[in-house]
Every structure is written in C-alpha cells, then in structure tokens.
C-alpha cells in the first residue's frame, strides 16, 4: 500500500509543515561523547520570488534543515549583497531581496556547538512571481542517481512550472523500496526536497509519485526515478 508522504494545502507563498530542531541542554556537569558532538553540514538551495514588496519576506533560512545535527548549536549569518536579513517577530531570520533584483545571491553561515564551529554556504535564487495570465502548469519526470547505501536529495519540482492558483494540494507518495525524510525549505514549491535512502546494499532502480490536485479530484502526476549504481 502506498503512504501519502504529505498533502501542503495551496497558499501563494508554500509555507511547508517545518519539525522544530531538538537540542541537548547539557548540565554543568554533564558532557557529549565526542562522537555524539560531531555534525555535517550540508550547502543550501532556496529558491524564492521576488514581488517587489519591500515590508514582505521571499524565505525564511531554515539552513539546518538538510544538515546531521545531534547537539545543541547556534547559527550565526553572514551578509547578503543583493538584500538583507532581518530577525522577524516569530524569532526566525528571514531574506528580503533588493527591489527588482532577480537571480542569484549567496550568504555564509556559521554553526558552533560547544566544541566546534563550521561553515557553508547558502544561495538564493531569485525569479520574477509567476504571471497567472499566461502560467501554464507543468509536470516533468525526475530522474536523478546515487550510489550503493547513500541518499539523495531529491528537489522534486527543479523542473516544474506550477501556477500555485490553480491547484489546491498536493501529495507526495512512500518510494517502492526505499526510504524518505522530508527536507524541505519554506518559500516556493521549489524548495520541496526528499531525500532518499535507499535500502541497504541494494543497487537498481527505485522510484516515487507526487501529485498536484487541481481539484478535489483531478490531479497531475509526476514521478521521481531514481537509479541506485
């Protein structure tokens, strides 16, 4: 049977279901193994829209989200060149693109726990909003590789184009044999990211569905294949 992976109902900005990082609060007297205190981070992808409204954010950095993270840490940003950043009142920090800028900009940021600290780099792509006179939804078929017991990120609609007032949700569906984690970055459809894990020493072909309802029931579908070497 297959596993509805999960439904996001339709809003002009996806803002997507984001699970809260856990942390450790060690004690004075308590310690991580060292094993325990070591964490990998991962670069970013955050696509967004630029609308020309100055007082209105284009993403939000949830930069921990596709990283291995086991211990308490703090996050710290570097500038962007083509925008700024600004704390909002939810706590979280979030993009402003300058007015009419569109394509790439890029930030560094800084993670440290309570013995080390590394950096990546984080890079927003910035388009103009979809023009719903003339948007045509599109669904195209990924195909994407990885190797024996390594995951992959999967971001599902690199090469799609969905006009996000014309359907009303969509759906992710459990890989044939594999496994997923749901790594997604809030912001635009095309921050939704699986990744998948294949299952142990297996090598061959696996593959995933996802659907885009533009009613309550018809919908678009698209597959995810993925080639195991």
Known sequence: MKV?????KCVP?????????????????????ESF???????????????????EPAARLDMLRNDSIKVAVTVSFGAVRNGR?????????????????????????TVCSSRSCKTETARFIVERPVDPATCVTEIRDEQVETTRNQWVDVRVHANDQLCIFAYVSQSYY????????????????????????????????????????TST?????????????
């Open 13 to 33: 900005l996806i803002l997507l279901l984001m699970a809260s990082l856990g942390g450790c609060d060690l004690e004075e007297d308590d310690f991580a193994p």
């Open 217 to 229: 029931t018809e919908y678009i579908e698209g597959t995810a294949h993925i080639t195991i070497r």
């Open 85 to 109: 950043l600004e704390v909002m009142g939810d706590g979280d920090t979030y993009y402003f693109p300058n007015q009419d800028f569109y394509g790439t900009d890029s930030l560094k940021y």
């Open 37 to 55: 205190e070591e964490f990998t981070l991962y670069p970013d992808e955050i696509w967004c829209y630029n609308g020309n409204t100055p007082n």
């Open 174 to 213: 459990a890989p044939q044999l594999g496994t997923y984690e749901d790594v997604s970055q809030s912001g635009g459809y095309k921050n939704i990211v699986i990744r998948y894990y294949p299952p142990r020493d297996y090598v061959g072909q696996d593959s995933f569905r996802y659907r885009m309802y």
């Open 4 to 8: 509805n992976l999960l439904k996001i």
